[in-house]
Structure formats: structure tokens, C-alpha cells
């Protein structure tokens, strides 16, 4: 390497490339806008009543943590797949199984701090080695593997009874209680969903720009190049999969706390479909996108029913309007709503540096 | 075959890289029949040879990116025939792609830190470099090496067709190579671009030695102690540059074939 220390050598100044790195690192940090979001959803509580925190903020929250794992290696990795709600669905499950429900009969009546590791444990190994099986495969076939999985836990949970209790699930699951706080009541819960997003999301957005995270968006570019670089392209496939599917897991955890009950219908087919839904209608560039996807989703599940009956139509018709949503949105931004606002942005400002706008 | 000079000679321990019997077939078609080749470490030669010769093949094979249907490859003795590309690299070998290829979502930076990565430890690690980190200086040199610094933070799609060859031989430098397979790494280079890249080449420490596809005479014969000659996937020839170049039969196949 003498050769490459003979060159001429113009250091930078070097407080200025530290900031620069800082800002490219946490780009959020630098924007207003972010800390405006930041705050709203903090003193959220003092504004929106309990069947606003839960039913549209916590279920977002909730859905954008399951589709930032699909976000997490669709956008980073590379790779579609349909089987992130299937292991949120095990996490709840799981939890339902081994903590404490109104089936006496199936749950072996753990503690919730013994039953959440348990879930998240089970559920991230039943993630991994979804994953080993789906690396195999690239492009159209990993959907198909996921899917298949997704599709058969779906059918398993149906017609299993002796611990998943078939199409009946498991009810009345218990939820955390300690230091005098019952965790499941409404602001309290919001919180803990909260905590867990943003966890999560900046968990994301740290693992981008680590080496793992840069491994896996060179194993999307180019595999074959990284494994002329050294690196062994499937086995960083494999750890995407299990980073994912712990985020995943904790989402799922989340949601049976949230609905307290858990059955075939949390994990079927349709549900899988729509975490894509919401990643790709958020934008699978950034992780901010699963978010917004989950908000726009949820907020058309809940409201779209009563404008469309409004309107003299028939209210069950609301995921007409998710499909017409979906269908404008691929058709005009790729990369979701996400590109939709940077687009606009880099047309309102033209000055800015083009190119700036795809993270990693 | 009692002295251990003997029995290292057998195993071809003073090679950098020896093929034997190196076959490689595509369905029916034979892109390279029983090649065999030593290269002494830090030996610098050329593999020439019109277009379908088998030199890509050649560094296919030799890298792992299509392992060879027969015969076998070793690399400072070892047997790496059955390796998986990536054990390969990390044994020292590096190579780069006739076709650029690189990590266009990714900026220089990244690209140079991905290859200073993936032949050290931590390659799955989940925690950002800091300021001080080793392979952060390594890359910031390697960057500065092949005068790319202006534009580390740009995305590699944005990179004209010379940076990105030039990105594309710095992901080749990163770690310690001990040899290294150059694919027409002049290709599409203008004059002043070919200028800089026969200086690397030539100012490389003296123990790594490397292999090179070059069509450009001007470039080939002037970084390279030897030459291997291929044609229809055959070793057609070796010698020396000069040898090379006059050898009647060599002028008539290559040329004087109408090939730059």
C-alpha cells in the first residue's frame, strides 16, 4: 500500500467533515419538520382522545413497525417478503401461548417478562430460517417462498388446535401490569408503542449506514461483486432476515397486547398482502415510508367506510379505494409517497444537490 | 520426496497461482480446455487473445465465479479449486470486472469501505465506524489513490465512465491483495486516463503481482513482465513481451486480426 500513501494527500477541513458525516449520518436531526412530528406525537395524549391514540396511533405505529421490517430488506436488501406479518403473528401467538390467556387450556401461564423474550426468541429463529429457505430463490421466487410460508402458518394456525386452538385463536390474552401502571390502558400503551417505534425506526436508519447495513445494500446492487469484495452475500441475506424479523416480532407483540386476543384472521393471507400494501405505498427507500403507509392505511380503513357510505355507496368497499390509492401511487412514484414529497421538494428547491435524495 | 523443498515444489507452494488441467464448459461448448499456468508471486503478465478466447472464463474460474468443470486451482499453494469466491478473496486474491462492476446506490465512499470491509473482521458488524477507525483512513486513502477524493460522496451512478473504472480498480487495492486479476481495466479510458492507470499499475508494491486483459498493446506489453497468448479457449502461446510481439504466428491471429 506505499504507492497509495505516495499520492498527493489534500486534507479536508476536518471539523467540517465531521458535521457533514453527523448530518448525512442523522439526517432527521437537521430537519424541523422531523421535530415538529416528534413533538406532535409526544404530547399526543393531551390532544387526541383514547379511540384516537389506539385506533389510529397506536395501530399505526404498530403496523409501521411490521412493515419497517419489510421496508428494512426491501429497500436495504433487496428482498420482497410477505412473510413479515406471519412472524409478527407468531410473536403474538407465542405470546398468547406461553403468557396468560382466557384458554387455561393452552397457555402455559408464564409471566409476561418470560413470555415477551420467549415470543421475540421463537419468533426471530422462525423468521431466520424462513429466510435461509427464501435466499435460495431471488427476485419473484423469494415473494412466492414467503408468500407459501405465510399462507401455510395461516392454514397450520387454522386446523391446529392443540396450540394455536384452530380458527377460534386464543382471547383475552393478558397484558403487562407492573410498577402500578396497567400498561394496556390507553396512554400508557400509546407510549409503549411509541417507544418501541421510534426504537425501532432509528435502529433502521443506524443499521444503513453500519457495516451490515452497507454489506446488504451491496449485496442488492451487485451480490456477485460482494462476494468478489470478500463478503459471503447469503449469509448477510440470512442475518437481514433475522435482524427484520426480530422487528417484526416486536410488533407482533405489540399487536396482541393491543387486541388482546389473537387468531387465523391476524395472519392471513390478506393481512400479509397488506404490509406490502403499506411499505410500498409509504415508500421502501427510507424508514419513515412504512410509517406513513401505515397511516394513510389505517386511516383510510377507519374513516373510508363512513365517507363512502356518504356518498351512497357501500361502505365494505373501502379497500376498493386502498387498491385505487395503491395503484395511483405505484403508477406514479416508485418509491411512494416518500418519492412523491422528495420529488416535489427537489422541484420546489432546485437548488439542491440532485441525487441527495435516495438514503444510504 | 523427502525434503520438504521437494514436496513443496510437488504442491506448487512457490507459485502464486497455478491452474492445472483447468477445463471449463458451458453446456457443450468448451469456453477453456486443459489450461495450465504458474505464476510466480509478484509476477506481472498478460493474458492476450481475440474475443471468445476464454481470458474472462480464465479469471472466472480462477476467482470462483464460475468454478471450473475440471482440473484444479491453486493459490499460494492451497488448494482453492472447490472455494467459494469469497474464501478466495479473503485469501488475498482480488479482482476486477471488464464491465464496471460496482454499487451504484452506494457513494465512492461506500464502495471503498465495502472492499476495505469484506477482508477484515467485523463484516457484519452493527455499529458505524467512528472517526478513528482504521479501515475509515484506509479508505479515505485508497479514495485519494486513484483521485477520486472530489467526489467520494457522490452516488457511483452519477461517476463519468473513467471514474468508475478507476473505482472499480481501488475496490481491487483494498486490504492486502497478494495478486490481482485486472479485466481490460484500460476499456474506454481516454489518453490521459490510461496514463494514470499504467502508473498505478506500474508503482503496485513489487510482491503483488497480477494478471491482465488488456487489448491496448500500448498498455498491455508496458506493465507486464510475460505473456500468455490464449486462443479458442487454449494456452496458444507464453513468452516474453518481446518474443510475443514478433512471433509471426501471434501477429497473424491477434494483431494483425484488425483487433485494437
Same mark, same amino acid.
Given at each position: 500500500m506505499s504507492l497509495l500513501q505516495s499520492t498527493q494527500f489534500r486534507p479536508d477541513p476536518s471539523a467540517n467533515a465531521t458535521r457533514r458525516a453527523w448530518i448525512r449520518a442523522w439526517p432527521e436531526l437537521q430537519n424541523p419538520a422531523a421535530w415538529l412530528v416528534a413533538l406532535i406525537l409526544v404530547i399526543m395524549p393531551l390532544i387526541a382522545n383514547g379511540f384516537f391514540l389506539i385506533e389510529i396511533f397506536a395501530t399505526t405505529l404498530i403496523l409501521g413497525i411490521i412493515a419497517l421490517s419489510l421496508m428494512f430488506l426491501a429497500g436495504y436488501g433487496g428482498m420482497v417478503s410477505l412473510m413479515q406479518l406471519t412472524i409478527a403473528g407468531f410473536a403474538g401467538y407465542m405470546v398468547a401461548v406461553f403468557g396468560i390467556s382466557g384458554n387455561a387450556n393452552i397457555? $402455559? =401461564?408464564?409471566?409476561w417478562w418470560l413470555a415477551t423474550p420467549m415470543a421475540l426468541a421463537l419468533a426471530t429463529l422462525f423468521g431466520t430460517l424462513g429466510g435461509a429457505l427464501a435466499v435460495r430463490t431471488e427476485g419473484i421466487y423469494t415473494i412466492m417462498i414467503t408468500l407459501a410460508i405465510g399462507a401455510a402458518f395461516y392454514y397450520f394456525t387454522n386446523q391446529n388446535w392443540a396450540i394455536f386452538n384452530g380458527h377460534t385463536g386464543i382471547n383475552t390474552v393478558a397484558t403487562p401490569q407492573f410498577w402500578g401502571v396497567d400498561w394496556r390502558s390507553d396512554i400508557a400503551f400509546y407510549y409503549v408503542t411509541l417507544g418501541v417505534a421510534a426504537i425501532c425506526y432509528f435502529a433502521v436508519q443506524y443499521v444503513s449506514r453500519a457495516p451490515f447495513g452497507l454489506a446488504l445494500q451491496g449485496v442488492r446492487d451487485n451480490s456477485r461483486r460482494m462476494a468478489a469484495l470478500g463478503f459471503n452475500p447469503n449469509a448477510h441475506r440470512i442475518a437481514a432476515y433475522a435482524f427484520a424479523a426480530f422487528i417484526a416480532a416486536l410488533g407482533g407483540v405489540l399487536q396482541v397486547w393491543n387486541y388482546r386476543q389473537i387468531s387465523p384472521g391476524s395472519v392471513s393471507v390478506g393481512a400479509c398482502i397488506d404490509v406490502l400494501i403499506i411499505a410500498v405505498v409509504g415508500g421502501i427507500t427510507r424508514p419513515i415510508g412504512p410509517f406513513i403507509g401505515a397511516l394513510i392505511f389505517v386511516l383510510l380503513r377507519t374513516f373510508a367506510l363512513d365517507v363512502l357510505i356518504k356518498f =351512497? $355507496?357501500? =361502505?365494505?368497499?373501502?379497500r376498493l379505494l386502498i387498491g385505487l390509492g395503491f395503484l395511483a401511487i405505484v403508477f406514479w412514484s416508485s418509491d411512494g409517497v416518500i418519492g412523491l414529497w422528495e420529488r416535489w421538494r427537489r422541484n420546489a428547491s432546485p437548488t439542491q444537490r440532485p441525487g441527495g435524495g435516495r438514503h444510504g | 520426496m523427502d525434503s520438504v523443498a521437494q514436496r513443496l515444489s510437488v504442491v506448487g507452494a512457490g507459485a502464486a497461482l497455478e491452474l492445472r488441467g483447468v477445463t471449463r464448459l458451458f453446456g457443450a461448448l468448451? !469456453? *477453456?480446455? #486443459?489450461v495450465t499456468i504458474t505464476v510466480r508471486p509478484g509476477e506481472r503478465r498478460a493474458v492476450l487473445g481475440s474475443n471468445g478466447a476464454g481470458k474472462t472464463t480464465l479469471f472466472n474460474c480462477i476467482t470462483g465465479d464460475f468454478p471450473p468443470s475440471s482440473g484444479t486451482i491453486r493459490f499460494f499453494g492451497e488448494d482453492?479449486? &472447490? +472455494?467459494p469466491p469469497y474464501e478466495r478473496i479473503r485469501r488475498g486474491l482480488r479482482r476486477t470486472y471488464q464491465i464496471s462492476a460496482l454499487f451504484p446506490g452506494l457513494t465512492v465512499q461506500d464502495n471503498v469501505y465495502l472492499a476495505c470491509r469484506g477482508v477484515s473482521r467485523?463484516? +457484519?458488524? *452493527?455499529l458505524r465506524p467512528g472517526q478513528n477507525d482504521a479501515l475509515m483512513h484506509a479508505t479515505e486513502t485508497l479514495v485519494q489513490a486513484v483521485h477520486l477524493a472530489g467526489v467520494k #460522496? &457522490?452516488?457511483? !451512478?452519477? *461517476?463519468a465512465h473513467g471514474q468508475q473504472r478507476q473505482l472499480e480498480i481501488a475496490l481491487a487495492l483494498a486490504g492486502a491483495p497478494r495478486f490481482i486479476l485486472f479485466d481490460e481495466p484500460a476499456a474506454g479510458l481516454s489518453p490521459t486516463e490510461r496514463r494514470e492507470l499504467i502508473e498505478i499499475l506500474t508503482s503496485l508494491p513489487a510482491h503483488i503481482g497480477y494478471i491482465i486483459i488488456e487489448h491496448d498493446m500500448d498498455v498491455a506489453l508496458r506493465v507486464v513482465e510475460s505473456v500468455t497468448m490464449m486462443h479458442n479457449g487454449r494456452i496458444f502461446k507464453e513468452g516474453l513481451p518481446r518474443e510475443i510481439e514478433s512471433d509471426p504466428e501471434v501477429q497473424e491471429l491477434y494483431l494483425g486480426g484488425g483487433h485494437e
Open positions: 397457555s $402455559l =401461564g408464564w409471566p =351512497g $355507496l357501500d =361502505g365494505n368497499r373501502f | 468448451a !469456453a *477453456l480446455t #486443459d482453492i479449486t &472447490q +472455494f467485523g463484516r +457484519f458488524s *452493527l #460522496d &457522490q452516488r457511483v !451512478a452519477e *461517476l
